[in-house]
């Protein structure tokens, strides 16, 4: 038996490679730009967290072009891209899931723990010793009066 393959798939060569590892270039550049940019911001910066989702939005980006111009999944049937994509989706939600809820289980244990309230609200006291240093010399600091 002979398989004839009467499909002709667009691009393809080398202009195609050229174009996308142009694009991957670029979109790596600006990540690394955005990346050390980031890096001066204050931490608690609203700034700084789009940033981070800029960053997200151009890595998501990268993989689509790795997976469908290296993978060769560009110029595959639907179903077969179907199969890839829907699992990885399934994974990246269970991800974002878990996170959540272990970020959530964090915050209500530190919450109802009976201990952390405790070891949070008990006042230091000074140590003794240091005090009657003090006490012992604001003494030799008085002047002393002289009687005649």
């Given at each position: 038996m002979e398989h004839t393959h009467t499909e002709k798939h667009e691009g393809g060569g080398t202009k195609e490679i050229w174009k996308v590892t142009l694009i991957l270039t670029v979109l790596t550049i600006v990540e690394l730009a955005l990346g050390f940019w980031m890096m001066g911001m204050p931490l608690d910066s609203s700034l700084r967290l789009a940033v981070k989702g800029a960053i997200v939005i151009l890595m998501m980006v990268?993989?689509?072009?790795?997976?469908?111009?290296?993978?060769?999944?560009?110029?595959?049937?639907?179903?077969?891209?179907?199969?890839?994509?829907?699992?990885?989706?399934?994974?990246?939600?269970?991800?974002?899931?878990?996170?959540?809820?272990?970020?959530?289980?964090?915050?209500?244990?530190?919450?109802?723990?009976?201990?952390?309230?405790?070891?949070?609200?008990?006042?230091?006291?000074?140590k003794e010793e240091h005090k009657s240093e003090e006490h012992h010399s604001e003494e030799h600091a008085k002047p002393t009066e002289e009687k005649h």
């Open positions: 990268k993989a689509f072009y790795i997976v469908a111009y290296f993978m060769h999944l560009k110029h595959e049937i639907k179903n077969l891209i179907m199969t890839i994509v829907v699992p990885l989706a399934l994974f990246v939600w269970f991800i974002i899931a878990f996170l959540y809820d272990g970020n959530s289980f964090k915050n209500l244990r530190n919450t109802y723990d009976p201990h952390y309230k405790e070891q949070s609200t008990i006042k230091v006291e000074k």
